[in-house]
């Protein structure tokens, strides 16, 4: 065959595919329309009857070179991806995406940011046991400049024999605390059923690892108008944590913090796996504040000073830890509590370092 006629027929072939790429935009143009309107009705975009009623007919209409298997298969490509597209046309983009808000979001809260220009320190105990224990705590927190105080009230543990929390006393006396030494107060909630009367005590409502695919306290705490700091789940995905967000959010409640508090892996020199990655990956994806938990992402004493270091480098608003004025006889998470006096090292190198400036100028008592 002449190298004219190859030319020739490569033309051919050229135009051929002009007109196959033009009839198939046209016909997912098509498929778009249909897919808005079984939106409206209600209907699946998937109907299998109707895929198979078109196979039919185009192995019937087939008259070669392609056998009919081929043809089948060509065609599932197609409808496949024309299903894709109307998959993609209902997605919403999120309410916690960069592309929805391309600003930081700032949570004040007494005057605290959450998410500002300057990381800050969450820090208490584990569980609230009495008013003497979390005072100790909250009286070095005045001292040292400090503004948040964590506190459990309820705990949801592995064991149902172990400690459980004071509930509703709990959250009475961060109540107390916070107002008496001016200090933003988080405790977690578990239960949609105790969220109204949380707000009336706490400042922050937290939702933790257990309870983050909890849908109905996330769509609770959405209805409700007060900040929530939510935690990884202990499998999550960062996927999966970020629905668990737009949940909250899509209930009208946009004062949403979330925190990486380690993942569950194969690995057990460490409580948890930190996710270091997903601190960056979270303020590329989301515009809400993004803190890390070390002291439950390792579970160890000796690891939480490196790991707040590495949790601020990588651009978190914050670092949350565990204070205990007596951790041996703590309730909960004895061992990987500090004390206060090695608390106050750990501020103390934190600010050496360089990466956290302290909250507020205090004189040390």
């Given amino acids: 065959m002449a190298h004219d006629q190859i030319e020739t027929m490569r033309k051919q072939i050229d135009q051929i595919n002009l007109q196959i790429l033009e009839l198939i935009n046209q016909r997912a143009a098509l498929v778009q329309e249909v897919g808005k309107a079984k939106e409206k009705q209600g209907s699946n975009r998937f109907d299998p009857e109707r895929e198979r009623q078109m196979l039919n007919q185009l192995v019937e209409h087939n008259k070669g070179p392609f056998n009919d298997n081929t043809i089948r298969h060509l065609f599932k490509q197609i409808f496949q991806v024309s299903l894709d597209l109307q998959n993609d046309d209902k997605k919403k983009v999120l309410l916690v995406s960069r592309k929805k808000k391309a600003e930081d979001t700032v949570i004040t809260v007494k005057g605290v940011e959450f998410g500002g220009a300057s990381p800050i320190l969450i820090a208490g105990p584990c569980s609230v046991e009495s008013y003497e224990q979390v005072r100790a705590?909250?009286?070095?927190?005045?001292?040292?400049?400090?503004?948040?105080?964590?506190?459990?009230?309820?705990?949801?543990?592995?064991?149902?024999?172990d400690f459980q929390g004071l509930g509703e006393e709990g959250l009475k006396i961060l109540k107390r605390i916070g107002d008496e030494y001016n200090l933003v107060t988080i405790s977690e909630i578990v239960t949609p059923a105790d969220l109204e009367l949380a707000a009336q005590y706490i400042d922050v409502i937290q939702i933790g690892a257990r309870n983050m695919q909890n849908f109905e306290l996330l769509k609770a705490a959405g209805r409700l108008n007060h900040p929530v700091l939510l935690k990884r789940g202990l499998s999550a995905t960062i996927e999966e944590f970020i629905y668990a967000a737009e949940y909250i959010l899509s209930e009208g409640n946009s004062q949403v913090m979330l925190c990486e508090r380690g993942i569950r892996t194969y690995e057990k020199a460490t409580r948890n796996t930190l996710d270091i990655s997903a601190v960056p990956l979270l303020k590329q994806e989301t515009h809400l504040p993004v803190f890390v938990d070390v002291t439950h992402s390792t579970g160890r004493r000796d690891l939480l000073l490196p790991t707040a270091k590495a949790g601020i480098a990588v651009g978190s608003d914050g670092i949350m830890v565990e204070v205990h004025p007596d951790p041996d006889v703590a309730l909960s998470d004895a061992k990987q509590q500090l004390n206060i006096p090695d608390f106050n090292r750990f501020v103390d190198e934190l600010i050496a370092s360089g990466l956290y400036k302290g909250e507020v100028v205090a004189a040390r008592g």
């Fill in 137 to 161: 705590v909250a009286e070095n927190h005045v001292k040292r400049g400090l503004r948040t105080l964590r506190g459990g009230a309820y705990k949801p543990r592995t064991s149902p024999y």
